[in-house]
């Protein structure tokens, strides 16, 4: 059964890149339709941050584009999220989920996610 | 990019309910939307993808219909377990979007 799992620092101070791993088992990282980061600020709603195909080609949210990067490791079957800059509005869980059946591009497996604090 | 607006943001509803949940496009996504459920301190499970096709293992008495840019999602008869935040997320365009969620609470 495909598991993603998320993993990283869970405070970054404000200004610093905030770096992000998730890992994927039992599946090829290169056999998904695509990858996502997707976040949660407490209490709010998902916020869809960029996806990521196997062959490395993104698409980012227009208000975040500047500070994202995102890439792809085949060899060790591992998504990277790196957001620079950060302040405490990027605060949140943030997921990473992947489209791997026929839906197309809807995520149909997700990270349980890893809660980003931002503070000094 | 596309905007996607969910309405009601909050619904009560009691077991056995029929309950119904909207999503608007602000422009044609096709049939290209999915619904997601979320408790809380879980990530977001997938109901249904492209519009109206229902994820394998997921109840029948969830359905979705629309297409172009008015969606929704009908719960027929609302179990405890369905009491939980319902998104909708459009994939048309590879700029992604979610609405802003419907949270489900117990009548």
């Known amino acids: 059964q495909v598991q993603l799992q998320e993993s990283g620092p869970g405070l970054a101070k404000p200004s610093e890149t905030l770096s992000l791993t998730c890992t994927v088992s039992?599946?090829?990282?290169?056999?998904?339709?695509?990858w996502g980061w997707i976040r949660q600020p407490p209490r709010k709603g998902l916020e869809w941050i960029g996806t990521?195909?196997?062959?490395?080609?993104?698409h980012y949210n227009p208000s975040l584009k500047s500070r994202v990067t995102t890439s792809v490791d085949t060899s060790k079957n591992q998504l990277s999220l790196k957001l620079s800059s950060v302040t405490a509005a990027d605060t949140a869980v943030y997921y990473c989920?992947?489209?791997?059946?026929?839906?197309?591009?809807?995520?149909?497996?997700w990270g349980q996610g890893t809660m980003v604090t931002v503070s000094s | 990019d596309i905007q996607m607006t969910q309405s009601p943001s909050t619904l009560s509803a009691s077991v056995g309910d029929r309950v119904t949940i909207t999503c608007r496009a602000s422009?044609?996504?096709?049939?290209?939307l999915a619904w997601y459920q979320q408790k809380p301190g879980k990530a977001p499970k997938l109901l249904i993808y492209?519009?109206?096709i229902l994820e394998s293992g997921v109840p029948s008495r969830f359905s979705g219909s629309g297409s172009g840019t008015e969606f929704t999602l009908s719960i027929s008869s609302l179990q405890p377990d369905d009491f939980a935040t319902y998104y909708c997320?459009?994939?048309?365009?590879?700029?992604?979007?979610f609405g802003g969620g419907t949270k489900v609470e117990i009548k």
């Open positions: 989920a992947g489209a791997v059946t026929d839906t197309d591009g809807a995520f149909d497996i």
């Open positions: 039992d599946y090829s990282i290169s056999s998904a339709f695509y």
């Open positions: 990521i195909s196997h062959s490395g080609s993104t």
């Open positions: 422009q044609s996504i096709v049939s290209w």
């Open positions: 492209k519009a109206s």
């Open positions: 997320q459009q994939y048309n365009s590879y700029d992604l979007t």
